[in-house]
């Protein structure tokens, strides 16, 4: 459906929907203190806010534009009868990042931080993919949940299940090279939503562990 205020068929509506919509479309953890911050955009586009076929509702103007850093994202499953966007892996690759977000449900029993006996293949494969990348920067793991139950319950939940993963990656690290890695391991409840936390598809994406980390240069 065409986005209110934008004529479809004009490449000014699409780059103004593109606009919109795509920056909401990757939370993804990244920074010491917001997970969701992302790189200083160095060029963006210049955008002509005047430009008639743009048909901005009255009063309206655009938001600062910024160039995404985002490369590519795929979803994976290990199940044959579940979908791409059941997300039980998610692989986004940046020029400057790498994130991997596992869905909770596949780690881990609901409500638990116990890890399942599937969970550490999944894990020392992404440790692999550190070793080879050669990181030499913190590696972030960081739990979320959804928004059902208390925030607080969900704060302790979503950060003993980061403490299980960075276990397991540590151990799996520590086993494949000399050199050290230093972690930031945190829990941060329901905030920070992937998905649409109204349904349980979206409460779903929303229960997960990211792995994120900066490849060498």
Request: without cysteine; aromatic residues 6%; hydrophobic residues 35%.
């Amino acid at each position: 459906m065409p986005r209110p205020g934008i004529r479809p068929g004009t490449a000014a509506a699409a780059l103004a929907f593109a606009l919109v919509l795509i920056p909401g479309a990757a939370v993804t953890a990244y920074g010491d203190d917001n997970p969701t911050a992302q790189p200083t955009p160095s060029a963006p586009m210049k955008i002509d806010a005047s430009d008639p076929d743009l048909e901005l509702p009255e009063g309206a103007t655009l938001a600062a534009p910024k160039v995404l850093d985002i490369v590519s994202v795929t979803d994976s499953s290990t199940s044959k009868t579940a979908t791409a966007s059941d997300g039980e892996e998610r692989h986004q690759e940046s020029n400057s990042t790498v994130t991997y977000a596992l869905q909770a449900d596949v780690l881990f029993a609901k409500n638990s931080a116990t890890l399942s006996p599937t969970a550490a293949s999944r894990i020392k494969a992404i440790a692999s993919d550190i070793a080879a990348k050669k990181v030499t920067t913190p590696i972030r793991v960081f739990g979320f949940t959804d928004n059902l139950g208390s925030y607080e319950h969900g704060k302790v939940l979503s950060k003993k299940r980061a403490d299980a993963v960075y276990k397991i990656l540590s151990t799996a690290l520590g086993s494949s090279s000399t050199t050290g890695y230093s972690f930031q391991v945190r829990g941060y409840s329901e905030d920070y939503p992937i998905a649409d936390n109204s349904t349980e598809a979206g409460r779903r994406q929303n229960r997960r562990v990211e792995i994120t980390f900066t490849p060498a240069s």
